[in-house]
């Protein structure tokens, strides 16, 4: 039923995760995904508190 279901954009949900993970002592938080390369650039330029981002769904590669 998708009334039960709560969407949240990946943005906020990778801020609140990463800030959960460093309150708990994490010294590095490393997202994992697996998303078009336009969304992990936006991750990339609007998350806070990421140290690296490892997206793997375009098979590209790139720095930023």
Partial sequence: NKSNV???DYVEAANELAAELREEGADLVIAMTHMKWGN???LAQRAEGLDLILGGHDHEYGIR
């Fill in 6 to 8: 709560n969407y949240k």
């Fill in 40 to 42: 992990d650039t936006r």
